[in-house]
């Protein structure tokens, strides 16, 4: 008879034990564990993990994904009101039409929380946020030139994305599809 055993520890490190009755072989294997990615496997959606090393621009960031600059989604944390926040998900070469957002959402003010307010809002650090495993179910907003395409973005941790089909990414978030950006402004 073989016997599995299988342990994680606090580093996301999972430790497999395989028994049998003359003898013990072990064996340790990296897995990455986050609120992310169980929230993508609960939601059945097929992804792909993409790790790279630090990043200081969305350029890099795609450079090293392998993708071009609208192929990463910016996943921006926005304040309705106290308490009360949405995600709204961005090609990565646009920004919020901030006029638009507003007419969408029936309201005349917005405003984007600091990195610490964010986080609180979230469980995730600015530059990692994503809404899949987010401490709270905020809605979310995708811009429609996300749809029919291969997308990358933050899986929770810095240096790690996923890619995943936008349709199926926003259907399982329950999205609202509409036009919510501009083209980012020229340097």
Do not use: C, N
């Not at 072989?25 to 993990?49: E, I, K």
């Not at 071009?68 to 309705?80: E, F, L, S, Y």
């Not at 638009?100 to 650090?125: F, H, I, N, Q």
């Amino acid at each position: 008879m073989i016997t599995l055993r299988l342990a994680h520890d606090i580093r996301g490190m999972s430790t497999v034990a395989i028994s049998r009755p003359a003898a013990a072989l072990r064996v340790t294997v990296a897995v990455m564990s986050s609120p992310a990615l169980a929230a993508l496997d609960a939601a059945g959606l097929p992804y792909r993990v993409i790790r790279h090393g630090p990043v200081r621009s969305l350029p890099e960031a795609a450079a090293a994904r392998g993708v071009a600059v609208p192929d990463v989604v910016k996943t921006i944390v926005v304040r309705r009101g106290e308490d009360d926040h949405l995600f709204v998900l961005t090609p990565g070469d646009r920004v919020i039409a901030w006029p638009k957002l507003r007419a969408l959402l029936g309201v005349s003010r917005l405003s984007m929380p600091d990195a610490a307010a964010a986080k609180a809002a979230t469980g995730y650090e600015r530059g990692t946020i994503t809404p899949f495993g987010s401490t709270t179910a905020w809605p979310v907003i995708a811009d429609e030139r996300l749809r029919g395409r291969e997308i990358t973005l933050g899986a929770g941790e810095r240096g790690v994305a996923v890619a995943v089909d936008a349709d199926a990414a926003v259907a399982a978030l329950g999205a609202t599809v509409a036009d919510v950006t501009e083209p980012e402004p020229a340097p």
